[in-house]
Structure formats: C-alpha cells, structure tokens
C-alpha cells in the first residue's frame, strides 16, 4: 500500500501495490502491522456499505460527539464518488479545513479519515457503492454534523447536490470555538 499524507494532519489517501500477471492482479487493502506502524487506527470492530442510486446523492457531513469519535477507513466499491473530510480537532493547526478525493471502483483508492473529522461524499455516478471499515461501534445518541454547503468552510463540491437528506440539509453551521451542536 501506498500512503500518501494529506493537507490535513493524520488523514491520507491510501493507493494499493498491484502485483499483476496475465491471470489479473492481487494487492492488500489494508495490514495492521502497516497502519500501526504510522501511528493509524488499526482495529476496526464495524464495517458499513452505502449504496446510492442516483448521481448527485450527497451524504454528509457528519460527526461523532466525544467520546465515541470514529477514525474511518472509506473506499468506493461501485461507482465513483468526491470524499470529503474537514478537521474539527480542537487545537489543530488545520482547524475548519477541508479536503477532497476521487474514490472510483477503477482507481481503487482509499481515504484514511482520523478520529475527529466530518465526513461526507457526493456521489458522481448512478449507483455507487461505499464501504466503511469503523473504529467504533455504532453510537446512536453520539452522531453530529455539519452543513454540506456551510459557507464559513466553503467546500467546493464538483458538481450540484440533487439528493440531500433533510438531516444533513439542516445541520447547523459550524463555528470553530463549538461544536457545530
């Protein structure tokens, strides 16, 4: 695996060593020996899919409250989807950034997201399938988010949102000196 850092501390795209022949290819999605060895979250008790059928389906951006915060495995497994992830860490030098990345069936590419950030995608194409590997359990009472279009972070999506839940529609702004709760 290929691990390359992001501009945002602690999060990196993650690019797989394929070891071809005239059979196909094999590569590792992932090793604990690896992700540990960089200082990563390398257990992870829950893996989710979601599946969207329609292009323009934006699911996002959500949070969890302290102490359930969720490091995050994604990779986009049918389909292509924008990923986006903005640092709410307390403190951090890149506080209220954010950051994108093309995750496709094709390219194969992953986005490793530390505990501490929102998280969202935009999907680019009919029925795209995301996978998730979780560093958490599911904490019901825990999940937060904020705006997709919040202008104080000023995410520039590739294209126009036509899917939005009316959750993730009306998460409040964020301001930096809270929580976005």
Known sequence: MIFTPT????AFVIDLELRTDTRGFFARSFCEREFAERGLCAKYPQCNISYNR??????GMHYNRTPHEEAKLVRC????IYDVIVDLRPGSATLGQWMGVELTA????????????AHGFLTLSDHAEVFYQMSEF?????????RYDD?????QWPEAAVEVSDRDRTYPDWHAE????
């Open 178 to 181: 809270g929580s976005g709760d």
């Open 138 to 146: 599911y904490v019901p009472d825990a999940g937060l988010g904020l």
């Open 7 to 10: 501009k945002l501390s602690g």
């Open 106 to 117: 094709q390219n194969r590419r992953m986005l490793y997201i530390p505990k501490g950030f």
């Open 151 to 155: 202008p104080g972070i000023g995410i």
């Open 77 to 80: 497994q049918a389909g292509s």
């Open 54 to 59: 329609q292009r323009g389906t934006l699911r």
